[in-house]
């Protein structure tokens, strides 16, 4: 009987602390993205360049912006042909402008100060982390919007929003909690990122290795 009772607790235990990494990815959420202009990029030959801008951060949430910038310029140049300037090139350039001229009011200015054909604004709206005993929960929430550098007419737009639900115990997460929440906020990121380039058109005209 004790025997019984023993592999009853072993079993309630996996199931328990087994469950900690099931983590709920809607994979429908990657084909439904909210673009706009997208016929635009695709099919005007002028644009073969990008420079991505430092983001804004309005999560509330320190260095939201540095973790989204991050993944998106990874994801653009893993997936897609583009010709994308380096971030540090970019800031380097930008380190001359003034605040004023990195708004994106001022996108049409950006052909003289980077040299690209398009230039890459985005914005955390949102980034969520939040533990309990028993779940954790992270989420972020991008716009991401590209504007010709040399009119600053906006050329293409998304926002999307990736959440993860964890439930179990997790001894990480109680132990290591400043590792795993960036883990977990990075994944999202790349969630987001990863299923906006299947929505961004690839570069077809001028393309130079």
């Avoid at 099931?22 to 706009?36: L, Q």
């Avoid at 320190?62 to 583009?82: H, P, Q």
């Amino acid at each position: 009987m004790k025997i019984v009772k023993y592999i009853l607790l072993a079993a309630a235990s996996v199931m328990l602390f087994g469950c900690a990494r099931a983590t709920m990815e809607n994979i429908h959420e990657g084909v439904v993205m909210n673009t706009r202009n997208h016929i635009n990029l695709a099919v005007t030959p002028k644009y073969t360049t990008i420079a991505v801008m430092p983001f804004i951060n309005n999560s509330g949430v320190k260095n939201a912006n540095t973790y989204a910038r991050r993944s998106f310029y990874g994801n653009l140049v893993s997936y897609k042909n583009w010709n994308v300037q380096p971030m540090g090139e970019t800031d380097s350039r930008l380190s001359k402008l003034t605040r004023r001229d990195l708004d994106e009011s001022a996108a049409g200015r950006m052909r003289s100060a980077l040299g690209v054909d398009l230039v890459c604004y985005g914005e955390v709206k949102e980034q969520c982390s939040r533990y309990g005993l028993v779940f954790s929960y992270n989420s972020v929430t991008v716009r991401v919007a590209f504007y010709d550098a040399g009119t600053g007419e906006k050329v293409w737009e998304a926002e999307d929003f990736r959440d993860s639900l964890v439930m179990g115990i997790s001894f990480m997460y109680m132990y290591e909690r400043d590792v795993m929440w960036a883990r977990e906020i990075h994944n999202r990121y790349d969630e987001l990122f990863r299923d906006m380039m299947q929505q961004f058109p690839l570069c077809t005209y001028g393309y130079k290795k």
